[in-house]
């Protein structure tokens, strides 16, 4: 039962080209939500930031979990699940959720393990990050919801499980929107090195390996927290409002172990749990996405990050590759929420 508690990268496939000016607005464009509505309804722009907070976060129990998660829309409309990164939280689609919702879709916008109000169900339970783990959470997620598809777009981490709940369960999966494109990893792809100039890119990844890394980010995560953030979207001119609201979800108890477990487990420093061995070799293939997608990049993302030459191949459905330029960084949703709900919109009708 759900309880509710209140808490205030180049190649283009096809022909489109997505651009947004500085002043990050989109001209607004016909879109429908698959509803069984065919009213043609329209997607308005919005200003970044118009909207500070989700009016209510709701709980319920889903696989070792209780997730929190902010829910907007009709009960009975097509779905859309969105998923955010590290060091972010829910926050990354405060503006894109109610624009969904406007048009005609429920929209769950789920705390990840180790954020905000989600929470692990047993204290034995081990503090675990790795890929296959968070993209298990979150089919329970819709197991205990009861639903049975979803569009998912995801940024980060986010972006990451939804690829993985594309290549594992399509059945789950009607489009995926992705942030950076195709992110499944491997901790076999991970043993090898990359050129100087990208193993600088990943300083946290290496610091994060070390007992003085781990205490670091104990100790200052709030403050590593921000560092990322600038230096991962260099043109973003956040404020501290903004920042703060998203922060609030790292004091998690499990925050810092489930964030340092990721990245050690990814360097093979870490061992990852046996019964997701079999979904690991799975992704360790790096299986191929059939549903429809559509793969965003920001023009200003600061953050490591693929060239989309690299991984359209990876995509058999049908699959377009957007550039948002006005500065954008790795944030993107956040950035740019009209371009990345277009997104979502435009993909459910491919």
Not at 117 to 129: E, I, K, V
Request: proline share 6%.
């Amino acid at each position: 039962m759900s309880d509710e508690i209140n808490h205030p990268r180049r190649r283009f496939i096809g022909a489109i080209a997505l651009s947004l000016a500085a002043t990050q607005f989109v001209s607004a464009s016909v879109a429908r939500a698959q509803s069984g509505n065919s009213e043609a309804q329209r997607l308005p722009a919005i200003t970044p930031g118009t909207n500070k907070s989700f009016a209510a976060i709701k709980q319920i129990d889903a696989g070792v979990l209780n997730v929190g998660y902010a829910e907007l829309g009709a009960s009975d409309a097509p779905v859309v699940i969105l998923l955010h990164g590290w060091p972010y939280d829910i926050h990354t689609y405060v503006d894109v959720a109610p624009l969904l919702a406007n048009v005609g879709y429920r929209v769950i916008v789920p705390y990840l393990r180790g954020y905000g109000t989600t929470r692990f169900l047993s204290a034995d339970t081990p503090r675990n990050g790795q890929q296959a783990a968070i993209g298990a959470d979150i089919v329970a997620l819709m197991d205990s919801l009861k639903i049975e598809k979803a569009v998912i777009g995801g940024c980060d981490w986010g972006a990451r499980t939804a690829n993985i709940i594309a290549a594992l369960w399509p059945e789950r999966c009607k489009a995926m929107v992705s942030v950076s494109g195709y992110l499944i990893g491997s901790q076999e792809a991970n043993r090898k090195p990359l050129s100087p100039q990208a193993e600088l890119a990943w300083w946290y990844q290496f610091y994060f390996a070390t007992e003085r890394g781990y205490a670091g980010y104990k100790q200052n995560h709030k403050e590593f927290a921000r560092l990322i953030w600038k230096l991962a979207s260099p043109k973003w001119n956040f404020d501290d409002a903004t920042f703060d609201k998203s922060a609030e979800a790292l004091e998690n108890p499990d925050h810092v172990d489930i964030s340092i477990h990721n990245y050690r487990w990814r360097l093979s420093l870490a061992e990852g749990e046996a019964k997701y061995d079999d979904l690991e070799k799975q992704l360790a293939e790096f299986p191929t996405v059939t549903v429809p997608t559509i793969t965003l990049e920001g023009d200003a993302n600061g953050a490591p990050h693929p060239d989309p030459a690299a991984y359209a191949k990876r995509f058999s459905g049908k699959y377009e590759h957007r550039l948002i330029t006005g500065g954008i960084g790795h944030n993107l949703p956040q950035e740019a929420p009209s371009a990345f709900a277009e997104a979502i919109v435009d993909v459910d009708r491919f």
